[in-house]
């Protein structure tokens, strides 16, 4: 049976990150899709501290610097990061890197005003100790801003079977189905560490239909960006936001 969760890949592909014609560079056309849901609950970016927990090579991380917040970015993957510096560095963008895991941030308590985790809480170890770490680090009515993979039949057909296995769109590996999280689980432990005005929402970047599927990734396919929304249906993908009690 081939691994699952290969993490490894982004070792592999950080040399890459940033070039257009990279599978991965798909990634960086999901911020300003992710944001337009954030920018609800944050309408102002500027001089935020701002945490992207599982940075990759950067692409939150600038999309936030070029908005005038305050960037921290930890990864993992001591490979993205040196790429996210040298990135950072080339676009003079201050960014604050650090290679590490998200079940031990190397952060003090109430740090930051928001912590971005987007497209990593189904790699994590350890996802509850995960949130632990992210609410310690959060300043008090600060926003925790996610998204992440249900766990599903449906999220396991579309995001392993066909994304990775037929279209080969994604890497075969990169998920394990097992590690998704579904949206009631998160929101018991997001309630149980007294997070308040908790929201989830779908997040769809190819149509809730088999034939949204199959119109969306023709234009994927010819134009490189996603037809992305904000729904009720959380069945694949879902997006969402908590703030620290104060």
């Known amino acids: 049976m081939r691994y699952r969760n ?3 890949f982004y070792d592999a592909v950080a040399p ?4 257009r014609t990279a599978k991965i560079y798909a990634l960086n056309h999901l911020n300003p899709l992710r944001f337009a849901y954030f920018d609800r609950y944050i309408s102002d970016w500027r001089d935020r501290q701002v945490l992207d927990l599982g940075c990759g090579g950067g692409y939150t991380c600038e999309f936030l610097a070029q908005r005038g917040a305050q960037v921290w970015g930890i990864d993992q993957s001591q490979a993205c990061i040196n ?7 080339s676009q003079q963008l201050a960014v604050d890197y650090q290679q590490g895991v998200a079940e ?11 912590v971005v985790c987007v497209d990593v809480l189904e790699h994590v170890a350890n996802w509850q100790q995960t949130l632990q770490e992210i609410h310690r680090v959060l300043k008090p009515g600060g926003y925790f801003c996610f998204d992440t993979i249900n766990r599903t039949l449906k999220s396991k057909l579309v995001m392993i079977w066909l994304l990775e296995n037929i279209l ?5 590996g990169i998920h394990n189905w097992k590690q998704f ?4 689980e998160l929101t018991a432990q997001m309630k149980s560490l007294n997070f308040q005005e908790t929201e989830i929402k779908g997040f769809s970047l190819f149509g809730e239909s088999l034939a949204d599927y199959i119109t969306t990734y023709r234009y994927y396919k010819r134009t490189g ?8 249906d959380t069945s694949v993908m879902y997006i969402g936001k908590g703030m620290k009690a104060v």
Do not use: M
């Open 83 to 89: 790429a996210a510096k040298a990135h950072a560095a």
């Open 181 to 184: 999280i579904t949206p009631k």
């Open 168 to 172: 080969r769109e994604i890497p075969q």
């Open 104 to 114: 031990q941030l190397p952060y003090a308590d109430a740090q930051f005003d928001v």
């Open 16 to 19: 890459d990150w940033w070039n």
């Open 6 to 8: 290969d993490l490894l």
């Open 225 to 232: 960006q996603f037809c992305g929304s904000i729904s009720e």
